[in-house]
C-alpha cells in the first residue's frame, strides 16, 4: 500500500532509479536505528519452578501497542496501570487475553490505608499463587515521565466510548497519541548456576560435667514478592536475620569470657531458599543428619525459627506439637512469656498447626526440623504462615517499625539469655544484655536496600552473601558454607533467568496519520508550486512599482 | 515513525528546491553543474569554517562568560559563508536572475543534503514519532528562500553602480543574515514562543527579507537593463 504512495510521490520528480536504490539502502543500513525517547527499568515478574508447579509470569518479550486497563481488547495490546488501579478480576481478565501487562508502583509503599494494603497484599498473592500467567508481566518504579503517559493513556479517548462527539473520535483516531511499548529480551531459560548457601556457625559452652546440651537457632535469609529485583524482605525476613546477628553479637561477648561462658552451645543457621520450600534447611539437615560424624543439632534440645518480627505486637510461637510439660521447649516458652511480661505492649502466644503431610510446602520453617524429630518452633509475628506480609513487595524499610523491632528482639533476646543461663523466673539477668538500635539500623540498611530475592544472591561473591559470611567468621567457631543445588535431572525447584529489562516506550501515531500528513504535504507543495509561479508576476510588480518611482522623482 | 513518514519528509524538504531549480529556468540554461559547482565550494567553506572553530574555539562556550557573547564568536565564523557565496558568484560567468538564482540554490541544495539528509534518515525513519522532522523540513524550506536572498544581496554588494545609501543597508543586512539563527533564538526564547509560532516568525522575516532584496534588484535589474 505505502510503495504506491511512495511511488506517487516520487513520480515525475525524481527519477525512477532512486526506487531501486532505496531499497538497497534499507537492506543495507543498520536495522532500526532508533534511540528511544523514553527508557524506563522494569522488573519481571517471578518465574519459577517448585515441585514440578509452575508459578509466575512465563514470557519477557513485549513488542506491543500500549493501553490503559479500560481501554484494551485484544491480546496485541500491552496494558499499562498503576498498581493501584489493578483489580483482581481486571488481572484474571489481562492474564487470560491480553498480550502483555506493565503495572507502575506507587511513589512510596508506605501511605496506605490498611484496606488498600490488604487489597495489593490479595492482589500480589492471587498474582502469584492462583495459577501461572503466559504473558509478560513487568513492574516498574514510579517516574514522573511514565506516570504522565499512563494518565494520557487513560484520558486517550476510546473509540467505543459514547460519550466522546463524533469529531473528537475521528480527530483521536487520526492524531492520537499512541505508544509502543518495547522490552527486547531472549526467551527466558531455567537457570543453571543456582548455589543456595547456607552457613552455620556456633559459640560453645560449658558445664562442669562436660555434657553440654545444643540450642540451635535458624533463619533464612532470602526475600519473596511479585518480582523478584523488588522483593526488599525488610521484615520477611531481614527482621529474622537482624535478631539472629544480635542474637550472635550479645552471645559471643558472653561466651569469650569464660566466667560468663553458657551452659549451652548454640548453634545457628543462617538458611537460604527460605521462601521456597525451605531448601537451604533441607539440605543442611541431610548433610549433617546422614553424615557419618557426629553434629550438634543432633543433641538439641531444641530448635528455635526466625520469621517475620516486627509485624504485630503479639509474638506466636508456633509449634507442630504441642511441647511436653518440663521439655526445653516449654521452659523456653514459659521463660518467653515471663519477658513478656514486662512489656505491657507485647502479648505472647502459642500457635500449634499440625504438619500437613500431604502438602509438598511446609508451613513454617520448624517443620523441617520437626520431621527430622528434632524438637522445634517458630518465633514470628504473623499468626498465620499464609499471611501475604511474609512475601510482598510492599515490605520495604520504609514500612517496617523499627522500635518493634528492636523491642521484639530485645524479648527474644532476653528469654535466650535465662534460658542459657538458667535464670529462676522473676530474677533480671546480669549482666543485662542490651540491644544496640544503632547497629539494628545500620543491619536494616544494608539488608533492606537490596533486592534479597533467591535468584539474584545465587550467584557467585554475592556481596551481600560473603558479608553475611563474614559477620558469621567473626564471632562463631566452625562457621561452614553448605550448597543446596538442585538436581539436574529431576529438580525440586528452578528458577528463570531475566529478572530485570529495559523498557523502551515510542511515541507513535496511527497509521491514517501518515496519508493525512501526505495530503497536507501535497497541498502545501501545490501552494509552494503557485507561489514560484507567481514570482515573476512579483518581479514584474516591483520593476513596475521602481519605475513608477523614477518616474515621479523626474 | 516508519519509511512513509520518512517519505513524507523528504517529499516536504526536496521538492521545493526541485520546483525551484525547475521554474526558474536554470535546467534550460543547463546550470545543474554550476549547482553541484556552487555546492562544493558550500562543502570547502563548510570544511573551513569548522577547522576554525576546531582550532580556536574552546569546546566549551561557556569559558566566554556567557552563552550569547560564545554563541556570538561562533557566528561570526559564518562571514565565512559570505565569502564562499562570492566565490560561488565570481565562478559563474552570465549576469542577472541566473547567475544569483544558481548561486541560491546550489548552496541551499547542497545546505539541505548535507545537514537534513542524514538526520531525517536516522530519526524520522525511527519507531518513535516526533513532530520536529516535519518542522526541520520547513525550515530548509524557509532557508532556500534565505539563500537566494543572500546570494542577491551579495551579487548586488558587488555592483559598482549601486547607490551608497543602499550599499550601507544591503552591507548590515548581509552581516545581521549571518547573526540571524542567534537572533531568532534569543527572540524566541525572550518571547518564549513555541516551536510552531518560532517558525512562523522565521518564516515572515525570511519572507520580509526575500521581498527587500527583491526590490533592490529589480532597481538594479532596470538601471542595468536587463530582464
Not at chain 1, 535431572?489 to 500528513?517: C, E, H, S, W
Not at chain 1, 503557485?530 to 513608477?548: D, E, G, V
Request: aromatic share 12%; net charge neutral; hydrophobic share 40%.
Amino acid at each position: 500500500m505505502w510503495l504506491d504512495e511512495v511511488e506517487e510521490i516520487f513520480k515525475g520528480y525524481l527519477p525512477y532509479y532512486i526506487l531501486v536504490f532505496l531499497p538497497i539502502f534499507i537492506i543495507v543500513s543498520p536495522a532500526n536505528p532508533v534511540s528511544a525517547a523514553h527508557e524506563f527499568p522494569v522488573y519481571r515478574m517471578q518465574h519459577y519452578d517448585l515441585h514440578g508447579i509452575s508459578f509466575g509470569s512465563r514470557g519477557a518479550a513485549v513488542n506491543l501497542e500500549a493501553r490503559s486497563i479500560s481501554a484494551w481488547s485484544s491480546s496485541r495490546h500491552c496494558i499499562v496501570t498503576r498498581f493501584t488501579d489493578l483489580t483482581l478480576n481486571s488481572f484474571r481478565n489481562i492474564r487470560g487475553k491480553a498480550g502483555a501487562l506493565i503495572v507502575q508502583l506507587p511513589k512510596t509503599l508506605s501511605n496506605f490505608t490498611q484496606e488498600e494494603k490488604q487489597q495489593l497484599l490479595l492482589l500480589e498473592n492471587k498474582m502469584l499463587y492462583e495459577q501461572e500467567t503466559s504473558i509478560p508481566v513487568y513492574f516498574t518504579k514510579y517516574d514522573p515521565k511514565f506516570d504522565n503517559i499512563v494518565t494520557e493513556l487513560e484520558t486517550n479517548i476510546d473509540i467505543s466510548n459514547k460519550k466522546k462527539s463524533a469529531t473528537e473520535a475521528m480527530f483521536s483516531s487520526i492524531a492520537g497519541n499512541g505508544y509502543q511499548i518495547v522490552i527486547a529480551s531472549s526467551n527466558p531459560t531455567a537457570r543453571t548456576d543456582i548455589k543456595i548457601p547456607t552457613f552455620h556457625g556456633h559459640l560453645a559452652g560449658s558445664r562442669p560435667d562436660g555434657k553440654v546440651p545444643t540450642i540451635a537457632i535458624v533463619t533464612h535469609y532470602d526475600s519473596f514478592g511479585v518480582a523478584p529485583e523488588l522483593s526488599f524482605g525488610a521484615d520477611a525476613n531481614g527482621s529474622g536475620v537482624i535478631v539472629m546477628l544480635e542474637l550472635i553479637r550479645l552471645l559471643s561477648g558472653l561466651y569469650s569470657n569464660p566466667k560468663t561462658r553458657g551452659k549451652y552451645n548454640i548453634l545457628f543457621i543462617l538458611t537460604g531458599g527460605g521462601k521456597i520450600n525451605y531448601q537451604g534447611s533441607k539440605k543442611w539437615l541431610e548433610d549433617q543428619l546422614d553424615s557419618s560424624e557426629g553434629s550438634l543439632i543432633q543433641e538439641a534440645s531444641f530448635v528455635m525459627c526466625l520469621d517475620t518480627l516486627a509485624a504485630s505486637d503479639t509474638i506466636f510461637m508456633h509449634v507442630s506439637k504441642p511441647p511436653k510439660e518440663g521439655s526445653a521447649s516449654s521452659m523456653f516458652y514459659k521463660n518467653l512469656k515471663s519477658v513478656g511480661e514486662d512489656h505491657p505492649s507485647v502479648s505472647i502466644e502459642g500457635v500449634h498447626k499440625k504438619i500437613n503431610l500431604a502438602e509438598d510446602i511446609l508451613a513454617w520453617e520448624h517443620e523441617r526440623y520437626s520431621i527430622r524429630r528434632l524438637p522445634g518452633f517458630t518465633l514470628s509475628t504473623v499468626k498465620s504462615h499464609k499471611d501475604s506480609w511474609r512475601s510482598t513487595i510492599l515490605d520495604s524499610r520504609e514500612n517496617l517499625d523499627t522500635n518493634r523491632l528492636s523491642r521484639n528482639a530485645r524479648i527474644i533476646v532476653d528469654a535466650i539469655g535465662k534460658y542459657v543461663y538458667d535464670i529462676p523466673e522473676g530474677e533480671k539477668m546480669d549482666p543485662d544484655l542490651e540491644i544496640d538500635s544503632n547497629q539494628i539500623e545500620s543491619r536494616l540498611k544494608f539488608l533492606a536496600d537490596q533486592p534479597r530475592s533467591q535468584q539474584l544472591l545465587s550467584s557467585k561473591d554475592n556481596g551481600l552473601v560473603t558479608s553475611l559470611q563474614n559477620d558469621f567468621s567473626k564471632y562463631l567457631t566452625d562457621v561452614k558454607v553448605t550448597y543446596a543445588v538442585p538436581d539436574k535431572r529431576d529438580p525440586d525447584y528452578q528458577f528463570f533467568g531475566n529478572t530485570k529489562g529495559t523498557m523502551n516506550v515510542y511515541n507513535v501515531k496511527p497509521a491514517v496519520f501518515d496519508l493525512i500528513l501526505t495530503l497536507a504535504i501535497t497541498a502545501y507543495l501545490t501552494s509552494v508550486y503557485f507561489a514560484i509561479n507567481y514570482i515573476p508576476a512579483l518581479y514584474s510588480l516591483c520593476s513596475n512599482l521602481i519605475k513608477l518611482e523614477k518616474a515621479k522623482a523626474k | 515513525m516508519t519509511l512513509y513518514h520518512f517519505g513524507n519528509c523528504v517529499a516536504l524538504v526536496y521538492v521545493p528546491y526541485y520546483l525551484a531549480y525547475k521554474h526558474s529556468g536554470l535546467s534550460e540554461y543547463g546550470a545543474f553543474w554550476k549547482c553541484v559547482q556552487a555546492g562544493m565550494i558550500y562543502m570547502f567553506t563548510q570544511l573551513i569554517k569548522m577547522m576554525v572553530l576546531a582550532t580556536f574555539f574552546p569546546d566549551n562556550v561557556e569559558e566566554f562568560g556567557s552563552y550569547l557573547i560564545g554563541d556570538f564568536f561562533k557566528y561570526t565564523v559564518d562571514i565565512a559563508d559570505l565569502v564562499g557565496l562570492h566565490f560561488v558568484l565570481d565562478g559563474i560567468p552570465g549576469k542577472g536572475h541566473s547567475k544569483v538564482l544558481t548561486a541560491g540554490i546550489g548552496w541551499a541544495t547542497a545546505e539541505v543534503i548535507l545537514s537534513r539528509a542524514l538526520l531525517l534518515w536516522v530519526g524520522a525513519r525511527g519507531a518513535e514519532f516526533d513532530w520536529i522532522y516535519i518542522q526541520k523540513c520547513l525550515e530548509s524550506n524557509i532557508l532556500l528562500v534565505q539563500h537566494i536572498a543572500t546570494a542577491t544581496l551579495i551579487w548586488l554588494r558587488s555592483r559598482h553602480n549601486l547607490n551608497n545609501n543602499l550599499k550601507t543597508v544591503v552591507t548590515i543586512l548581509l552581516v545581521l543574515s549571518c547573526y540571524k539563527s542567534l537572533l531568532f533564538e534569543s527572540l524566541i526564547h525572550i518571547l518564549k514562543l513555541g516551536t510552531w509560532l518560532g517558525l512562523v516568525v522565521k518564516g515572515a522575516f525570511t519572507l520580509a527579507y526575500g521581498l527587500f532584496s527583491l526590490s533592490i534588484y529589480a532597481g538594479m535589474a532596470e538601471l542595468m537593463g536587463i530582464y
